[in-house]
């Protein structure tokens, strides 16, 4: 019968009390990633002016940058997976396996908000430059897309955030209660094959996190409730979303593809190193990332959205919405009086001076 130290044997044997300096590796290998991601984006936010910070992230760097960014986000990636390792030994003690999943959450957080919403808009005023609004999105999963009924989304939620429970339920006791020693081999292949894939390699997976789709939900919570939203798909009719369900939307959407997926991600490696054997490794190597694809939508659309004020059931043009005094005062400005030629002038008043008199005979003169 396998004890509670068991699983980690080896790990103690090998690194003895370095924890700290795993750490340390760690920490600094995510800080050179995250300045290479941040000069990337910086790059990025020359390039396109007109559009949100966040717009687009991952299809952007894979096409400007397609060699540095696979190596900055392996560079992340190994830094935040030595992080997870050096606090591993906190789940040695059962009364301080909270120690680790705190760490674990607080990773999860600064990757969705630092990278979603915070390094985009320092790059953006580092360049001066105005925030744009967001006027399109993609609707990749069934959070952002409006065609599907809020039913079926709060249904689809419920399942997906029950299953994360469950993972996080049996990851601790994988965790906690280990039969095999942890196979660092097992650890590091699971790097490239599950985490460069979830992030990298399969696009429709990129496209469908928080990350990529941060700008819209910045877009919704800071419009207030005089502004109507209107959201329609290539050349439909403009809808008008609830503001409470666009808020629901955005909340699964943070909860769901935001952390639930940062999650994933991190501790999909430490769970696998556990295999009892190379079958059980391959096995289990894929079957939880199925966790992150539940909410993709069947066919992604592009849809188009506008936040106004004053408009009721369809988006007002521009001079619909601008005050009706605003706009005959600028008529006035723009209106001038044509000019005379000094060479007609005389033929000019002659027309004048008839038209003049034919207003006279027909209503009288004053």
Not at 66 to 88: E, H, R, V
């Amino acid at each position: 019968m396998a004890t509670l130290d068991d699983g980690y044997t080896e790990w103690f044997d090998m690194f003895g009390q370095k924890a700290d300096v795993i750490l340390l590796c760690g920490v600094a290998l995510a800080l050179i990633g995250t300045c290479a991601f941040m000069y990337e984006m910086y790059s990025l936010v020359g390039r396109y002016p007109d559009q949100p910070p966040a717009w687009a992230t991952f299809e952007n760097l894979i096409k400007h940058f397609p060699n540095s960014q696979k190596m900055t986000c392996l560079d992340f990636y190994l830094g935040s997976d030595l992080i997870c390792l050096a606090l591993l030994p906190e789940l040695k003690s059962r009364s301080r396996a909270f120690l680790f999943f705190t760490g674990l959450t607080c990773i999860c957080l600064i990757v969705v908000i630092g990278f979603g919403h915070v390094c985009p808009h320092v790059c953006r005023m580092i360049r001066k430059r105005p925030a744009a609004n967001a006027t399109e999105f993609r609707g990749d999963t069934i959070f952002l897309d409006f065609t599907v009924p809020m039913s079926e989304v709060c249904v689809k939620a419920l399942a997906q955030i029950s299953l994360f429970s469950v993972y996080v339920v049996g990851l601790y006791d994988a965790l906690i209660r280990p039969t095999v020693d942890i196979s660092l081999t097992y650890w590091a292949i699971s790097i490239v094959a599950v985490q460069f894939y979830m992030f990298n390699a399969d696009p429709q997976t990129s496209r469908s996190t928080y990350i990529s789709s941060a700008h819209l939900i910045e877009e919704v919570f800071s419009r207030g409730r005089e502004h109507t939203c209107f959201v329609r798909t290539g050349e439909a009719e403009w809808i008008r979303p609830p503001r409470p369900s666009m808020i629901l939307r955005c909340i699964l959407h943070f909860v769901v593809n935001g952390v639930g997926f940062v999650l994933i991600w991190l501790t999909v490696p430490l769970l696998v190193s556990y295999s009892e054997s190379p079958l059980d490794y391959l096995m289990n190597l894929f079957a939880v990332t199925f966790l992150t694809q539940l909410d993709d939508a069947t066919e992604a659309q592009t849809f188009q959205i506008r936040f106004q004020i004053g408009c009721d059931n369809v988006p007002c043009s521009i001079e619909e919405r601008r005050p009706r005094k605003q706009m005959l005062s600028e008529h006035r400005r723009s209106a001038t009086i044509p000019s005379i030629e000094s060479g007609t002038a005389e033929s000019e008043l002659e027309s004048l001076r008839h038209r003049l008199a034919v207003l006279e005979a027909k209503f009288g003169s004053s």
